[in-house]
């Protein structure tokens, strides 16, 4: 008997050995997301899904297509259909769903991965072009619930082709939210609606600096963000009271500097910028002696406490910070700033 438990005992370890082997390997991570964000009825529509990271051998693609009435109510849910299977694929991975879908629907698809042993789901749902239901953002992008996660409108300025709009936002979801390397790890934590009324930026150093809100300003209370891209190059601002801020609609480190202000409530890293101290986890402190105790629990030192230019406010984050940096470039957060993110994300997740 003892025989026989040490042979058993080899042939876990070599199991196990194997499964250490693969777990070499690293775990798959990937994003997905279709082109045209908002298609019109017929249009063609491509699924693609990229690889960040990992060892990937399996993926399914699953359709469900949802007729909708102009109450935004569903009249009508088609079977669940498999699109297409890829064994060992090559990436980016895309299906082009010729003649796409009709007018009024929601179709919701579903991309299976499968990898070291684990599997997860990309479950995304958008609506086409028109969307029925009068005053409302078109849902464009859906992954979760609206109360517990991120929603961020995309309303068009006066000054933008509708059509650049519509390419603008799914190179802005796809490079710039599932881009930056901190906040993709939250892709289940961002809802994207595109409005159908118009709103215009103002320019904050030579207008008046609030922005023309579009006519159905009333119905997007549930947005914790609201961007206006635009055309012109202008100095882009936020207002925080309304969630609402502009972007150049092909400026990515603008854009994600100005939903940092809405989202999370991060302050500007930059003398001359607004400044203020939040009550938990703030990346701007009111004194050098509260920056420099705060610093190891923010994994800094307190000599990283510095003042920002001479505003008499400090912080800890270098600065290739995003809060510091706005413009073409795309700079990652820094770990002050994660911290209040991963808090506003899991109180979002509670519904607050
Ligand atoms: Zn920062």
């Not at 009271?241 to 500007?268: P, Q």
């Amino acid at each position: 008997m003892l025989y026989l438990d040490k042979k058993i005992l080899l042939q876990l370890c070599a199991v196990m050995a194997m499964l250490s082997l693969f777990s070499c390997k690293p775990d798959p991570e990937t994003f997905a997301i279709h082109t045209p964000i908002y298609p019109g009825s017929g249009e063609n529509v491509t699924f693609s899904l990229k690889k960040i990271d990992g060892n990937v051998e399996n993926v399914k693609l699953y359709e469900t297509v949802q007729a909708i009435n102009a109450s935004g109510a569903v009249t009508g849910t088609s079977a669940t259909v498999l699109l297409q299977e890829w064994n060992n694929p090559g990436f980016p991975i895309q299906f082009v769903k010729s003649g796409g879908y009709a007018s009024n629907r929601i179709v919701n698809y579903r991309f299976e991965v499968y990898g070291n042993d684990k599997h997860y789901t990309h479950d995304i749902k958008f609506a086409t072009r028109p969307y029925p239901v009068s005053n409302q953002p078109a849902p464009v992008y859906i992954v979760g619930d609206i109360n517990n996660v991120l929603n961020l409108v995309f309303i068009p300025d006066t000054d933008m082709n509708i059509n650049t709009f519509y390419n603008a936002v799914k190179v802005d979801i796809d490079e710039v939210f599932h881009g930056e390397d901190y906040i993709r790890r939250f892709r289940n934590s961002y809802n994207f609606f595109i409005n159908p009324f118009t709103g215009h930026a103002h320019d904050y150093d030579t207008e008046t600096r609030d922005h023309e809100i579009p006519s159905n300003w009333d119905q997007l209370s549930f947005a914790q963000g609201k961007v206006i891209l635009h055309n012109r190059d202008i100095r882009d601002f936020a207002e925080p009271d309304k969630l609402l801020f502009s972007a150049e609609h092909y400026v990515k480190g603008t854009l994600l500097h100005e939903s940092g202000h809405n989202f999370y409530r991060l302050a500007d890293e930059y003398g001359g910028g607004v400044h203020w101290q939040e009550s938990e986890l703030p990346n701007n402190w009111s004194s050098l002696s509260a920056c420099q105790s705060a610093a190891a629990g923010r994994g800094m030192s307190s000599a990283d406490a510095h003042q920002m230019g001479t505003s008499g406010w400090y912080k800890l984050c270098p600065a290739s910070c995003v809060m510091e940096s706005s413009g073409t470039a795309m700079h990652p957060y820094e770990r002050p700033c994660r911290d209040r993110i991963l808090y506003s994300i899991l109180h979002r997740a509670g519904g607050e």
